[in-house]
């Protein structure tokens, strides 16, 4: 149907069709209205509808403000709808889950700060110990630890405690850049789906055994970083950690001694470690989360909770999982790192801190053959505990990590009681 056109169009709102003599909506519900001065348009022009807050002006009007709703023309539905300006209920609606979104940043945020940054110090020493083998104090308690980061601080300031921080963010970044490559170009899946098979399982161990392999020699430049002392130390620049693990995987760069172990001696026991920690930290992960989350559920039939409570149920449950993941996948494999990073440091010529006194130095002179003759040797010369050099340092690590958790949960509820 072609709509009707008047001869005269001269823009005024044209509501063809059959309604331009009934009016706009049918049987006279709003009726034309008709001009004194052209009577001839009156059939083309029609009232609008009446809109809320607003009305069908005439000369020397003004519009008045939202009114409140009368009998006559009854509201259907909350008067928020209405008035999103007016009701307290939606902008406190807003305003809560603006605040659940800042407050999960925030969490995870300072759960990263603490295990990267402020944790740092920890891995340091911790890492020194280990590759120490002339250390008559193994550090076996947070105690000394402390004492012992308080010498290094006296004697070599501040960044002697946080040398390396940067490597570490690259040997992560080219972990999980290597880790999208690989599953991208190859059926290896980069997660598993509940309805796993053995095949599945084992496909993504492959993958994560080539994430780590490729990662490899970056994460044994990052470990000479760490470790170097900072008396002997050059002011090297961030991208170093890049350069000194392509070097070694085309055997330029820095010169190293003839016990340099090659790196294909150092596949398995790095795959191994890499492995073994992804498989031990997942478990305990899944295994303390399904707790946690069944816990949560028989309080909440047990009685009603308040809206504060489920958003800390929302995230602290993932973190403490995560918390007791990485705490007991360290503890269970600590002697393996152990012998992980004296067979790395092997002839790479590594000037370390004499752990024992905080203020000389001592080069690292092994000659391990192998994985095997590294963990009878450590055995021999320095007891069962030799594997554990440094474990003062994991505690004061996970201390800190669960009191800044604590911290954080204070933070949050705070937060969410003075919103409700």
């Not at 330029?252 to 003839?258: A, C, I």
């Not at 505690?395 to 003075?418: D, E, F, G, P, R």
Request: net charge neutral.
């Amino acid at each position: 149907m072609h709509p009707r056109r008047p001869d005269g169009f001269d823009g005024l709102g044209y509501r063809g069709g059959a309604r331009d003599e009934q009016g706009f909506g049918g049987s006279g519900a709003f009726p034309a209205r008709s001009f004194s001065t052209s009577s001839d348009l009156s059939h083309w022009v029609t009232t609008p509808p009446h809109i809320p807050g607003s009305r069908n002006l005439h000369w020397g009007e003004k519009s008045p403000p939202y009114p409140a709703p009368v009998a006559s023309t009854p509201l259907e539905g909350p008067v928020e709808e209405f008035f999103p300006g007016g009701g307290g209920g939606s902008v406190r609606g807003q305003s809560s889950e603006q605040l659940n979104r800042f407050a999960g940043f925030g969490i995870g945020l300072a759960s990263l700060f603490t295990e990267n940054v402020l944790a740092h110090p920890c891995i340091v020493l911790r890492r020194q110990c280990q590759v120490n083998y002339h250390a008559r104090n193994y550090h076996l308690t947070p105690f000394t630890v402390i004492n012992i980061m308080h010498s290094f601080n006296k004697t070599q300031g501040p960044r002697a405690l946080w040398k390396g921080m940067g490597s570490t963010f690259i040997v992560q970044g080219v972990t999980l850049g290597a880790e999208g490559l690989i599953s991208e170009f190859t059926p290896l899946p980069r997660e598993i789906s509940h309805k796993w098979n053995p095949k599945q399982i084992g496909e993504h161990l492959l993958l994560k055994s080539l994430t780590y392999v490729v990662a490899m020699p970056f994460y044994s430049a990052s470990l000479i970083e760490t470790v170097q002392s900072e008396i002997i130390r050059d002011n090297t620049g961030i991208l170093e950690c890049v350069k000194e693990g392509i070097g070694r995987v085309i055997g330029m760069g820095v010169p190293h001694s003839k016990r340099l172990l090659p790196l294909l001696s150092l596949i398995f026991p790095t795959v191994l470690h890499g492995v073994l920690h992804y498989i031990i930290s997942s478990i305990i992960q899944k295994f303390v989360l399904v707790i946690l989350k069944r816990k949560t559920y028989n309080s909440h039939l047990a009685e009603s909770t308040s809206p504060m409570q489920n958003m800390l149920d929302a995230y602290f449950p993932e973190l403490i999982a995560n918390f007791a993941a990485s705490l007991c996948s360290d503890v269970i494999l600590y002697p393996l790192e152990t012998v992980l990073h004296r067979l790395h440091i092997q002839g790479t010529r590594t000037i370390i801190d004499n752990t024992d006194l905080g203020y000389e130095v001592l080069p690292i002179n092994t000659q391990y053959e192998g994985m095997r003759d590294c963990i009878n040797t450590i055995r021999q010369e320095e007891g069962v505990l030799g594997f554990y050099k440094g474990f003062g340092a994991v505690i004061i690590q996970y201390t800190l990590h669960a009191v800044v958790l604590q911290i954080t949960k204070i933070i949050y509820s705070t937060l969410l009681q003075n919103s409700f």
